[in-house]
């Protein structure tokens, strides 16, 4: 039975760190000015999407959005969709916030707060179009891979949240956790994997050209200047597409 008050008797590992990261003074000003306007509390309740955002529209989820920059370029090119951003850090907080004003969106609102609680909490059954984690923590010491967020519970969870046909949507530059991501996503009953590959037939190697099933970079993911610099110095980038399977 899915809980939805208080916390669960064991607690689980949280995936960010205790870093608070360092304000700008935008930032700041941002955060200090226009938090109570388009960010909403933690509440132990499901979320009413149609209330916040004053019409019913398709719900995706970001989770982790960093500075805001991919959430605020998305959200501005698809005006269609309504946005609920969630990240634990003020800096990245106050950085969204100030791309909201600056593109004048209305289809945005943050919730800063661990994930796993809002996902568990917050977001009904079956109520998202979409959910995108974008570059997660890879927590790349082997003692810390517990830590990682794409773990098999939590993509339990996130594929029960989404509406049938809803998609998943990961990206990560660490090829060692973007194994674990298809490994982990494809042993998910309730997803399918966009690119083709069944779960019988994913083959999982020791790194991603061995795999099978990773995607295409889908257009509307746009890419970001640490990502370009990236590329431009040889990483790779993994993107993982997978789609809420019928009953």
Same mark, same amino acid.
């Given at each position: 039975m899915e809980e939805t008050h208080g916390r669960p008797p064991h607690p689980h590992i949280r995936s960010f760190s205790g870093r608070r990261g360092h304000f700008t003074s935008?930032?700041?000003?941002a955060y200090d000015t226009l938090r109570e306007r388009w960010c909403l509390p933690y509440r132990a309740h499901r979320l009413d999407a149609a209330a916040v955002f004053g019409r019913s529209a398709p719900l995706v989820v970001e989770i982790g959005f960093g500075m805001g920059e991919s959430t605020a370029l998305i959200a501005a090119a698809d005006?269609?969709?309504?946005?609920?951003?969630?990240?634990?850090?003020?800096?990245g907080v106050g950085s969204l916030?100030?791309?909201? =004003?600056a593109a004048s969106l209305t289809n945005v609102r943050i919730v800063q707060h661990d994930a796993v609680e809002v996902l568990r909490d917050m977001i009904a059954p079956r109520s998202l179009a979409a959910a995108h984690v974008f570059f997660p923590d890879p927590w790349p010491k082997t003692r810390h891979h517990k830590r990682r967020l794409i773990q098999p519970p939590f993509v339990a969870r996130l594929a029960s949240r989404l509406q049938v046909g809803g998609i998943v949507h990961c990206a990560t530059d660490w090829a060692h956790y973007a194994?674990?991501?298809l490994d982990?996503?494809?042993?998910?009953?309730?997803? =399918?994997?966009t690119a083709g590959t069944a779960p019988g037939d994913t083959v999982i190697g020791e790194s991603p050209a061995e795999c099978r099933g990773f995607a295409a970079r889908p257009a509307?993911?746009?890419?970001?200047?640490? =990502?370009?610099?990236?590329?431009e110095l040889g990483h790779g980038v993994w993107d993982l597409v997978f789609r809420r399977r019928g009953d």
């Open positions: 935008g930032q700041r000003q005006r269609g969709r309504d946005f609920l951003g969630i990240e634990v850090y003020p800096a916030l100030r791309r909201i =004003e194994v674990q991501m982990v996503l494809s042993r998910e009953p309730l997803l =399918e994997n509307y993911r746009p890419l970001t200047k640490f =990502e370009r610099r990236g590329l």
